[in-house]
């Protein structure tokens, strides 16, 4: 009766840590999503203010030197332009919000293989009921922290994390692949031949 309860207990702590573990891997993937859509659209920011400070400068100079008044105007407006978009980053710091979600995936990464070794643990029975709940207790803990600190995540980064982790395969590894970065006596396939 007693290895039955135990064993039940068990099936319950994996049940609830194969969910926290899939929630985790889908808020680091969407936080290294957040990170690279807004690394773009900082991207293309960037170089739209220098084209348009390459398009005031010559317009500057076609009106210094070839006295078009057109130039002139056109520089003025393009530098009101660029002006108003300054301004607006100067309150809206894409680097730094870029940096928060870059900290917030390396940190639930960090959980996230946390999450993985005590999943390990638990089906090959190498730790207590008891340990399993501290453990599990101590990675809420720190998944808690790390949610509070991390900037909210919009539905494009979810929808690319989806794709990328259902359709795209980007946290599974085939025994091949596995095996061409192990060295000879771990590999599955031992006689494979590295690459």
Request: hydrophobic share 40%.
């Amino acid at each position: 009766m007693e290895q039955s309860f135990q064993a039940n207990e068990f099936e319950i702590l994996e049940s609830q840590l194969r969910e926290n573990y899939g929630k985790v891997v889908y808020s680091h993937k969407t936080q290294e999503k957040c990170a690279d859509l807004l690394t773009k659209r900082n991207n293309r920011i960037k170089n739209f203010q220098i084209i348009l400070s390459a398009l005031i400068t010559t317009g500057l100079l076609v009106r210094v030197f070839k006295g078009q008044e057109w130039a002139l105007l056109l520089s003025t407006v393009l530098s009101a332009l660029q002006f108003g978009l300054t301004s607006f980053l100067k309150e809206y710091n894409l680097g730094e919000t870029i940096q928060k979600h870059a900290t917030a995936a390396l940190e639930l990464l960090d959980v996230r293989e946390q999450y993985l070794s005590l999943l390990t643990d638990v089906k090959a029975r190498l730790v207590t009921v008891e340990d399993i709940r501290n453990k599990r207790d101590e990675l809420q803990g720190r998944l808690s922290k790390t949610y509070k600190g991390s900037p909210r995540t919009f539905g494009k980064a979810y929808s690319m994390a989806q794709n990328a982790l259902q359709k795209n395969d980007e946290l599974t590894f085939s025994d091949d692949e596995l095996d061409r970065f192990l060295p000879a006596p771990l590999r599955k396939n031992h006689n494979q031949i590295m690459l």
